[in-house]
């Protein structure tokens, strides 16, 4: 019932851009605060950025913290991850995650609901 499917990936040079999109099907989850996470070789999944569905409030690490940006689309129930001057440090598989028990935004959000991620490469 419940599906999040991740694309925009692909293999970028550094300082460019990409922007990911994340879409919800068989259920919407307007009233959940949503985001991205990336897992990079060799490491642990990290929180990334999130976003009340409502867009009013948005989360970032400090590392993508003006250089990112998470928006959404209410009547598309999708939520979008617009990464500019990308750095090879950014390279990894990032992760759309809905957070089931939050509405609201001011600092890092759960995982309840994954998609299956979308590879993301940044060369030099």
């Known amino acids: 019932q419940v599906q999040l499917v991740e694309s925009g990936g692909g293999l970028v040079q550094a300082g460019g851009s990409l922007r990911l999109s994340c879409a919800a099907s068989?259920?919407?989850?307007?009233?959940?605060?949503m985001g991205w996470f990336r897992q990079a070789p060799g490491k642990e999944r990290e929180f990334v950025a999130a976003i009340s569905w409502s867009g009013s409030m948005t989360y970032y690490i400090d590392s993508v913290k003006g250089r990112f940006i998470i928006s959404r689309d209410n009547a598309k129930n999708t939520v979008y991850l617009q990464m500019n001057s990308l750095k090879p440090e950014d390279t990894g598989v990032y992760y759309c995650?809905?957070?089931?028990?939050?509405?609201?935004?001011?600092?890092?959000?759960?995982?309840?609901?994954w998609g299956q991620g979308t590879q993301v490469t940044v060369s030099s």
């Open positions: 068989g259920r919407t989850f307007s009233s959940y605060a």
């Open positions: 995650a809905v957070d089931s028990k939050r509405s609201y935004v001011r600092g890092p959000i759960a995982g309840d609901y």
